[in-house]
């Protein structure tokens, strides 16, 4: 029998691809978005005390009630956003499913969402399979930011969500006051829902300040504000995020969690409600990547990739226009094969490709891995 494909041009993701052929050529992976550093001990002890006392089995549908009262609590503390824990607030297996949860509550057949390009891979799959149109509206090279007369020009009747990502992945670009202050115009004027990836909101850089748009009670009434804990505990492998909703939004995507996972993780939860006391660990996150990011960039400051400014995230872009004229994906499978740094040719993230000669290079990893890796790319 031959299946009809609900996703016919999906294959496997570049992330699984990429650290494929790192393994086979044994390279340093700079491709895949996780730490190559350890999980703090201290949260992996409380994850075992809570296995010991019995922690074990499901936990509630929406979460356990101490991490969701302390997500609130952070996010009254970091933005002044008023969420309610019991009914505002739903932790997910990661913020991937959060993601999915919430495009499924609100994206019907037909209906258009707004994605910009790059985007994250998970967006556009998640929106066909609800029988609705992702629409691309680019980010422009090389600032990467939003054109809003170009996301004004592409809303129509049919324009139900438009998903914004800040800090960015793959580009490290971040949203700025005057972007919310044109969001909020377009949102109103056509009454859609927006989806905020907000997963990377403690790694931003140079003084920066996160714009969550739960900080802003006239978009958060209409918004889904999804983050994860796995990106800011470098425990990408829990797979534990969240996503906060006014009550009506999240009484809908609760229906949707409950039949994708139902729940999370249980001694998990509770390991990440007493951990998040230790308020420095999530304060001081954008200083300790930020002097990664610095470290990599002034390792290659005498090679020929040429560094793309990066405001947050854990990506650095390279242009590497000065060494070659491949297009990404070749170049990058060169660079993997033959100087063994494995990278994201970012032309994946965008529905038409593109040329623009960058390559994503993860810097989440160990002080000595980026400065081998850079050792590499300064050979080239
Ligand atoms: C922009 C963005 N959103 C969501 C995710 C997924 O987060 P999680 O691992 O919590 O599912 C990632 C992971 O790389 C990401 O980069």
Not at 15 to 26: D, G, K, Q, V
Not at 297 to 314: E, Q
């Amino acid at each position: 029998m031959k299946i009809r494909s609900k996703l016919p041009h999906v294959g496997m993701t570049i992330f699984s691809r990429m650290t494929n052929l790192a393994n086979e050529n044994r390279a340093i992976n700079l491709s895949q978005g996780f730490p190559d550093f350890d999980v703090d001990p201290l949260l992996i002890d409380l994850v075992g005390k809570y296995m010991h006392q019995g922690f074990n089995q499901y936990a509630p549908m929406p979460g356990v009630q101490p991490l969701r009262e302390k997500i609130a609590e952070k996010q009254q503390k970091m933005y002044g956003a008023n969420y309610d824990a019991d009914r505002e607030v739903t932790i997910t297996s990661g913020a991937t499913e959060a993601l999915f949860a919430a495009i499924t509550t609100v994206v019907n057949k037909d209906d258009e969402v707004i994605i910009f390009d790059p985007a994250y891979d998970s967006y556009g799959p998640a929106v066909e399979l609800c029988g609705g149109k992702p629409v691309h509206v680019r980010l422009a090279h090389p600032g990467y930011s939003i054109d809003w007369d170009r996301v004004k020009q592409s809303i129509s009747s049919k324009t139900r969500l438009i998903i914004l990502n800040s800090p960015h992945n793959p580009t490290g670009a971040v949203l700025k006051p005057e972007d919310t202050a044109e969001l909020s115009k377009i949102v109103e004027a056509h009454d859609l829902y927006i989806l905020s990836d907000e997963v990377y909101e403690h790694i931003i850089f140079d003084g920066k300040k996160h714009e969550s748009i739960s900080g802003r009670p006239d978009l958060a009434a209409r918004s889904f504000v999804v983050s994860s804990l796995g990106k800011t505990y470098h425990a990408t492998g829990w797979k534990v995020g969240y996503c906060l909703a006014p009550e009506n939004l999240t009484e809908e995507l609760r229906k949707i969690h409950q039949y994708l996972t139902f729940s999370t993780n249980t001694p998990v939860q509770m390991a990440y409600a007493e951990f998040l006391d230790h308020e420095d660990r999530y304060l001081d996150l954008g200083a300790f990547y930020q002097k990664k990011r610095d470290l990599f960039a002034s390792k290659l400051k005498d090679s020929r990739f040429r560094i793309v400014p990066c405001h947050g995230s854990y990506f650095q872009m390279l242009d590497y226009s000065d060494i070659s004229d491949l297009p990404d994906m070749e170049f990058s499978k060169k660079l993997t094969i033959e100087h063994k740094v494995a990278s994201i040719p970012p032309s994946v993230f965008y529905r038409d490709g593109d040329d623009a000669r960058v390559l994503r290079f993860c810097f989440a990893k160990k002080d000595e891995t980026l400065e081998a890796a850079a050792l590499r790319l300064c050979g080239i």
